[in-house]
């Protein structure tokens, strides 16, 4: 055990002296139109950050371009999706490096509303992890919002 020790400490040293690789951050695609709709601020948060060899995606949501939000869960669904392609697309990624998303839904039933949308754009053999949950409100009334990460290594 005393072996041990020593060498766990030298490897947390190391670790701590190791260059650290940059963050990139994206910047958000918010227009005036959506700033508006957020009370009048420019959104808080990168629409994604790349930490090393990962790219996390914060939370989208089926805003267009001129800041509305499509009505019904198959439209919000897939400007939910194209908002993100457009985000892997800025990173010079493709929706094949995705491993793992977050979908948070203003009503579990329409779950499999959002999943028949969600699968057309991955390989069906390739899927990523997810987590669904259901959500008591969703930033500007939406009715998805699906947070992503991938590999950009």
């Known amino acids: 055990m005393r072996r041990v ?3 766990t400490i030298a490897a947390i040293l190391a670790g ?6 940059a963050l990139r951050h994206y910047p958000p695609q918010d ?5 508006a709709r957020a009370g009048g601020f420019r959104l808080p948060f990168s629409a994604a950050v ?8 914060s939370g989208q949501i089926g805003t267009r371009a001129d800041g509305s939000i499509p009505a019904g869960m198959d439209a919000q669904s897939r400007q939910t999706m194209d908002n993100i392609g457009a985000i892997l ?22 779950w499999q509303a959002f ?28 009715l998805v919002e699906v947070e992503c990460q991938a ?3």
């Open 31 to 35: 227009s005036a139109a959506v700033a």
């Open 151 to 153: 590999w950009a290594g």
């Open 115 to 142: 999943n028949r949308v969600y699968v057309t754009y991955f390989d069906p053999d390739r899927l990523p992890a997810r987590s669904a949950l259901g959500a008591d409100g969703l930033a500007l009334g939406a």
């Open 16 to 21: 701590c002296t190791a260059e650290r690789p």
């Open 89 to 110: 697309r800025d990173a010079g990624l493709g929706w094949e490096h995705v491993f793992h998303c977050l979908v948070m839904m203003e009503d579990m039933s329409q």
């Open 5 to 7: 020790v020593p060498l």
């Open 50 to 57: 790349r930490a090393g060899d990962v790219l996390y995606i």
